[in-house]
């Protein structure tokens, strides 16, 4: 709240300056910030009394949601992004789409495996189960598992993140980690068999 907004008899003051001036009535704070030529902003208005200080709103207003955008700028969006197998998916499908999922978790993001069986191969879900695991087995210096291999009908499906510290340790073994032949895939978040 500010200037005629506030509704305290007395107020703990803080000057333009940021000194703090002491406890005043309403009145004489108003008219303390008149004279100066900015306005009275209640700071804490759960304080007892409230605390309030004369500066200029409009500037005040302006640096408080400038520092909201620059933080909003700073955070990191994580999505899930998926990644669809076959039971009789091939070696070298398989490192293709290992190399997606490292290059997703490398960028923070969660990664969804997915091994979808059709007809007959439901009889063999096995084979999804072994093929996760030796997915968890071959990312497990980059991930923890968020959810382990459930299945859902037709659907196997599991969730990972990227360790907290995965920036350190792709940097440590550049080489095992390298994704740098893997063309964009642009904003999907399905790469499919």
């Known amino acids: 709240m500010i200037n005629n907004q506030?509704?305290?008899?007395?107020?703990?003051?803080?000057?333009?300056?940021?000194?703090?001036?002491?406890?005043?009535?309403?009145?004489?704070?108003?008219?303390?910030?008149?004279?100066?030529?900015?306005?009275?902003?209640?700071?804490?208005?759960?304080?007892?009394?409230?605390?309030?200080?004369?500066?200029?709103?409009?500037?005040?207003?302006?640096?408080?949601?400038?520092?909201?955008?620059?933080?909003?700028?700073?955070?990191?969006?994580?999505?899930?992004?998926?990644?669809?197998?076959?039971?009789?998916t091939e070696e070298h499908d398989y490192n293709f789409k290992k190399k997606n999922a490292i290059k997703f978790l490398k960028q923070h993001n969660k990664v969804k495996f997915t091994v979808r069986f059709r007809g007959r191969q439901m009889a063999h879900k096995e084979i999804g189960f072994e093929l996760l695991e030796k997915l968890t087995a071959d990312l497990a210096a980059l991930i923890e598992v968020d959810s382990r291999p459930r299945s859902d009908r037709n659907l196997l499906s599991m969730v990972v993140s990227p360790k907290k510290e995965i920036d350190k340790i792709v940097a440590r073994n550049e080489a095992a980690y390298d994704v740098s032949d893997i063309p964009d895939q642009g904003d999907s978040d399905v790469i499919e068999e």
């Open 6 to 88: 506030i509704t305290a008899r007395e107020v703990r003051l803080i000057g333009p300056d940021g000194k703090q001036i002491g406890i005043v009535s309403l009145k004489q704070a108003l008219k303390l910030a008149e004279e100066a030529g900015m306005d009275l902003v209640e700071i804490s208005p759960k304080a007892v009394p409230p605390v309030c200080r004369i500066l200029e709103f409009s500037k005040y207003y302006y640096e408080k949601e400038r520092k909201a955008r620059e933080a909003r700028k700073k955070q990191h969006v994580v999505q899930v992004k998926e990644i669809k197998f076959g039971p009789n």
